[in-house]
Structures are given as C-alpha cells and as structure tokens.
C-alpha cells in the first residue's frame, strides 16, 4: 500500500465548476497535510496546508481533513481554465522522518 | 538568489559514469531536500539536511548515491557508476524553517538526468 495514494485522473470538469480532488494515506502518525499544484514542466509549489480535523478556506481553494477516515481533498470552486495541472498531496508525520511524501498526482483538466 | 537555483538543468551521460548535481537553496533556509521524481509520478524523498547535517538519507536508493552540504548552503548530490534506472528529474527543495515539518517546500527548477 503507497502512503499517499491519489486517483491519477485526468479529472475534467468545465470552467465555473467545484473541482474535487481525494488523497488518502496510510499512516495514522501523519500530522500534517499538504496540496502542491504542478503546471507541465514546472517544480510543485504549495498551495495549501491543513492540520486539524475540519475545513480551511483560502480564497477559491478549500482543503479537508478528515484523520479518522485518513482522507485529505481539496476543493477548487469556479474553476479556471488556469487551474488545469497536477496537484499533488502531501503528508509529513512530525516524527521520525521529518520529509513529505507525495501522492503520485492527479491531473485536473478545466475545459473552458 | 531569489529562489532555489539548480544546475545543470539538463545532463547526459553514459551508464557507468559519475554525477553530480548541484543545489543553490534560498539564502538563508535551513533545510534543504534532495527528491526523485519520475515522469507522471510525485517527487519521492532521497534525502535532506538541517544546515550542513544530513538528518536523514532514508531514501537514498543504494550506496551509488550520496550528497553532502558542508557549508551548510549549497548542496552537491553525486551518483557514482550512473545506469539507466537513475533516469529522472533531480528535484532540490529548500524551507526556512529546521524540522521539515511546516511543509513549505521551495522546489528548485531540476536537473533532468538521462543515462544512456
């Protein structure tokens, strides 16, 4: 079982809809959660971050965590054609390795 | 520089030969982190420093790799007797916090190694 397990996709929804994308991961100790957003041949950059249990908003983004059911999403309401890349989940466990594993991606495709 | 630098951005070699890819992290960040990531794939963790102590080589793949950072600033990652398996995008992070644990990665643009 990976640690960080994500649906490659490509997830399309049309450009103005709510955009879900799921991450599941293995390890009870993960503290910390993370989204990463990957345009085609650029690096990742942080998008969001989340560490308690609930909903946080940031602008169009919102990120859910859910550590009983091991389950981090992350909304993206009225989707932009500009939202199209790959956004990667991420989770460090605060204890022994103190480095985040990413999920493989999923690819979000905004069709205008 | 004003973000995290790293060179060179391409590189190819022959099976067999050694590498070495060099990281120039954000001035002043603490951490510094060493990722593999593979076409399609995420970044996969090879390894990562506090200042010039490497605090955890976990995801070294095997004794060909290492890395070392003894100034505490650049970084140098080295791959000795190089095969076709090391093929990947080489991705360098820094963060301005110790302990890894705030995940605000800053990623380098990579080195793209090929092995032929």
């Known amino acids: 079982q990976k640690e960080v397990e994500q649906n490659s996709g490509p997830l399309s929804v049309p450009e103005g809809a709510i955009a879900s994308l799921n991450c599941t991961y293995s390890d009870r100790g993960s503290q910390s959660f993370f989204w990463y957003r990957q345009y085609s041949g650029k690096s990742p950059e942080l998008i969001m971050f989340i560490y308690s249990n609930g909903d946080k908003e940031d602008g169009r983004f919102t990120a859910q965590l859910n550590k009983a059911s091991q389950y981090v999403s992350l909304l993206i309401r009225d989707s932009q054609p500009s939202d199209s890349a790959t956004y990667l989940c991420a989770v460090n466990k605060n204890t022994g390795r103190r480095a985040l594993t990413f999920g493989s991606g999923t690819r979000l495709q905004v069709q205008p | 520089g004003a973000g995290v630098s790293q060179s060179p951005r391409y590189k190819v070699t022959k099976r067999g030969q050694d590498v070495a890819l060099r990281c120039d992290p954000i001035s002043g960040h603490v951490s510094l982190y060493w990722y593999r990531q593979a076409l399609g794939q995420g970044p996969e963790f090879l390894t990562y420093?506090?200042?010039?102590?490497?605090?955890?080589k976990s995801g070294l793949p095997n004794d060909r790799f290492s890395a070392e950072r003894p100034e505490g600033s650049i970084s140098t990652l080295t791959i000795q007797r190089t095969e076709q398996r090391d093929s990947a995008m080489y991705r360098c992070?820094?963060?301005?916090?110790?302990?890894?644990?705030?995940?605000?990665?800053?990623f380098g643009e990579g080195s793209r190694l090929t092995v032929l």
């Open positions: 420093f506090n200042y010039e102590a490497q605090q955890d």
């Open positions: 992070a820094s963060s301005p916090t110790g302990g890894g644990n705030t995940g605000e990665l800053f």
